[in-house]
């Protein structure tokens, strides 16, 4: 992932915030069939290796689970808030009107090797482990425990579980550092006063009084 300096993310606990804050992650793979890449939620145990390591399932019948049994390096794509940036947000429009249109984004790129496992007991706690991640904000939260027994033993059957130490982490936060002070300003109020919900969201990353960070 290019990163200027000005965007870099490297600090730990925001790297391990920002995955837990992207529901749905990509992995990617290359191996004998050639690139593969499956959307999946992940669960991230952050005191799990140096730097955290996730865990999550592929339905069996998708083949990519091979690439990760035979070894291959895995990168797992965490794509979090992102948002159009209009040239009429900066100030320096109208002084000189040297701007153009960009994207903002947080973004984070995990490597690693993963481990495959099939054991029935740890696939049903992995699974058991996600759904309450996501169905703990709900009034009446659905447990796997809800269904009947014979159906998740069936359905563990038709999946491959993963854990997957992190090696390497890149993160990127670009939120118009490269700006001036009164620019960065004028983004965030730009999409804090947009009427979609994604502009609104990324606005709340960027922080007042925001700091120009050299080119």
């Known amino acids: 992932m290019y990163t200027p300096r000005a965007f870099a993310l490297d600090d730990l606990p925001e790297l391990h915030q920002l995955i837990q804050h992207t529901r749905l992650a990509q992995l990617v793979t290359v191996g004998e069939q050639g690139l593969q890449a499956s959307h999946l939620p992940l669960l991230l145990k952050p005191d799990e290796g140096p730097q955290g390591t996730l865990y999550g399932h592929l339905a069996k019948a998708n083949r990519q689970w091979q690439d990760l049994q035979s070894g291959s390096q895995a990168l797992v794509i965490f794509a979090s808030a992102e948002a159009y940036v209009s040239p009429s947000f900066y100030p320096a429009k ?4 040297k701007v153009v249109p960009t994207w903002n984004y947080l973004a984070v790129h995990a490597y690693g090797q993963a481990d ?5 007991e740890r696939l049903l706690a992995l699974v058991s482990a996600l759904t309450d991640r ?3 904000a709900r009034a009446q939260p659905w447990k796997v425990s809800d269904a009947p027994d014979d159906y998740i ?3 563990l059957k038709a999946i491959v579980g993963f854990a997957l130490p ?6 990127k936060r670009k939120l118009s550092q490269n700006r001036s002070a ?5 983004v965030r109020d730009g999409l804090a ?3 979609d919900v994604r502009d609104q969201t990324l606005a709340r990353f960027i922080p007042q009084g925001a700091p120009h960070a050299p080119d």
Do not use: K
């Open 153 to 155: 033993q069936g359905m």
């Open 116 to 120: 495959v496992f099939t054991d029935a």
């Open 193 to 195: 006063a947009s009427p």
């Open 94 to 97: 109208a002084e000189h009107g």
């Open 134 to 136: 996501h169905e703990s």
């Open 166 to 171: 992190i090696e390497r982490l890149l993160g």
């Open 182 to 186: 009164a620019d960065i300003a004028g």
